[in-house]
């Protein structure tokens, strides 16, 4: 086990010399265990050997051998991801992708690391497969946002005139939560990611689709203008909507999925009070599907 790279990689991505230190000690127990040594480091080399890239093939197994360890899975399961991004590093390079590129998409992992801290209380992941696209190189980190192919549903816009029969080429978008969404920075990452597919599509635009809590419709009641939130949503032609009755993305708001007494939620931001408002008035929450086009250079 490369214990140098994991500590060049998390002072590299900035992350905590707390988070190091956890993911050290991780590393420290997995090979105090043999079991969890062997499949630790047999999954990464299938990795670095499969010509699929498919790191999240092995993910089920390292999670197994590393639930006896007297340390947190999920902070084994993010170790496993970064050792397995010193071949990721290899791969961006055979594959012409600049070093930023390579840093903007881990920094994904130091995204990953900080919510999984405030939700759940240590230095790890809780989200499992999230991070495969990533490392079969399908998802790109290209400047503030993340990108990977996708088609669009069958949907026409509320006003009719926007129409997909379903399956049209389109790339799909994340929004990694590395602070405020900038409009340049924005605009900044769509030109790039118009510059990066723009083989893909004929013509002269590459279409966007964005599917996310960021575009809710009801922030233009609920946020103020100058909100960057609202500014980004306002980026995209709204085609539809979708009320979550779950409230399943409140956590990405307010740190924790129990959000059942609005009057315990925290206020100490513009967007935690105005939500906490919304839904002490037993307003619905919600997403948005949004798309835009975007000339190539």
């Known amino acids: 086990m490369n214990r140098e790279f994991i500590t060049e990689f998390c002072r590299e991505l900035d992350f905590p010399a707390e988070a190091e230190k956890a993911l050290l000690k991780a590393a420290d127990a997995v090979l105090a265990n043999q079991n969890a040594s062997d499949v630790l480091h047999s999954e990464l080399a299938r990795y670095q050997n499969d010509e699929t890239r498919d790191l999240g093939r092995g993910f089920k197994a390292v999670q197994a051998a590393a639930e006896p360890l ?12 970064i050792l397995a991004a010193e071949h990721l590093k ?9 070093d930023e590129m390579y840093l903007d998409a881990m920094a994904d992992l130091r995204c990953k690391l900080f919510e999984c801290y405030n939700v759940k209380g240590f230095w790890g992941s809780f989200v499992n497969n999230w991070y495969d696209w990533f490392f079969s190189l399908d998802r790109f980190a ?10 669009m549903p069958p949907c026409i816009s509320p006003d009719g005139k926007i129409c997909f029969k379903g399956n049209e080429k ?12 900038d ?32 575009l809710f419709p009801g922030h233009e009641v609920m946020l103020p203008k100058s909100s960057r939130i609202r500014q980004f949503s306002e980026m995209f032609t709204h ?25 315990t939620l925290p206020r100490d931001s513009g967007l935690r009070r105005a939500y906490a408002d919304w839904l002490a008035d037993g307003k619905p929450v919600g997403s948005a599907m949004g798309i835009r086009y975007v000339k190539k250079p």
């Open 239 to 263: 085609v539809y909507t979708d009320i979550d009755k779950t409230k399943h993305d409140m956590w990405r708001i307010f740190g924790s999925a129990d959000i059942d007494d609005p009057a």
């Open 90 to 98: 290899e791969l961006y390079a055979k594959a012409g992708y600049s």
């Open 183 to 214: 409009p340049e920075d924005v605009l900044d990452s769509f030109n790039k990611a118009a510059a990066f597919y723009a083989d893909e599509f004929p013509g002269d635009y590459v279409l966007l689709r964005c599917h996310s809590w960021l």
């Open 142 to 151: 290209l400047g503030r946002l993340q990108y990977e192919r996708c088609t």
């Open 170 to 181: 389109a790339i799909n978008i994340h929004i990694p939560s590395r602070g405020p969404l």
């Open 70 to 81: 007297p340390v947190e899975t999920g902070t084994v399961e993010l170790l496993y991801y």
